[in-house]
């Protein structure tokens, strides 16, 4: 159980486009997801977080009107880069948790590549 | 907030040794304390969690222990396989709120 689906897994875009990555929890609701970014050999870095029918809370640094995020339903978050650019490459991560007292559990990641 | 310290960063062991991966945090308020495993290429998958109102915790070849006064927690790996290798992450929170994750711990089983 706690599956996470991420899609897609790799994307390779010229610059200026936007991307839209998005994240499933198939076997259960997902009150909370989380976005990360995460850099080679490096540790996750939390981007925001989304809880279903609110606004996303963003971590001091990232852009929110970079970083759309989007999370209508209980199994569905969605992260959208804006007119993306190359420093933007990077692994995305999306968690998901069931309830206030749950775990996270991750999806595979998506590896976003600007030229 | 909260700081959580990681140790070591990368770590070698023999098939069928021990390793053994520790972290410290700083907020003592945090109350839960999984471990990510992360293969290459692949998001953390979940492989053990201890809740502060437990010491120990063990799962097979996997046992995470729990020192709350030091503020602490370690994660032991016995029997190791090769398909033990990979990045192991140690978090902590307040149950309900962010993640806060150490800076991970490469790990390389020898055959």
């Known amino acids: 159980g706690a599956v996470v689906s991420q899609h897609p897994s790799r994307v390779i875009c010229k610059s200026g486009t936007s991307v839209k990555i998005e994240c499933r929890s198939l076997d259960f609701q997902a009150t909370t997801m989380f976005w990360y970014r995460q850099f080679p050999k490096q540790s996750l870095m939390l981007m925001a977080t989304?809880?279903?029918?609110?606004?996303?809370?963003?971590e001091q640094g990232v852009e929110k009107d970079k970083f759309l995020i989007n999370h209508a339903s209980l199994t569905l978050s969605t992260l959208t880069v804006t007119s993306a650019h190359p420093e933007d490459s990077s692994f995305y991560i999306c968690?998901?948790?069931?309830?206030?007292?749950?775990?996270?559990?991750f999806g595979d990641g998506t590896r976003l590549s600007i030229l | 907030g909260e700081n959580v310290e990681q140790h070591p960063s990368t770590l070698s062991v023999q098939e069928g040794d021990s390793a053994v991966i520790k972290c410290t945090y700083s907020d003592s308020a945090s109350n839960y304390f999984p471990w990510y495993k992360q293969e290459l290429g692949k998001g953390p998958q979940l492989i053990i969690d201890i809740r502060s109102n437990v010491g120990e915790k063990k799962d097979q070849r996997i046992a995470v222990t729990l020192n709350k006064t030091a503020k602490h927690f370690s994660l032991h790996i016995t029997e190791t396989q090769p398909e033990d290798s990979a990045v192991y992450f140690c978090?902590?929170?307040?149950?309900?709120?962010?993640?806060?994750f150490g800076t991970g711990t490469s790990l390389t089983v020898i055959p």
């Open positions: 989304s809880n279903e029918g609110s606004k996303a809370t963003y």
């Open positions: 968690s998901a948790a069931q309830g206030a007292e749950q775990p996270q559990h």
């Open positions: 978090a902590a929170s307040l149950l309900g709120n962010q993640f806060y």
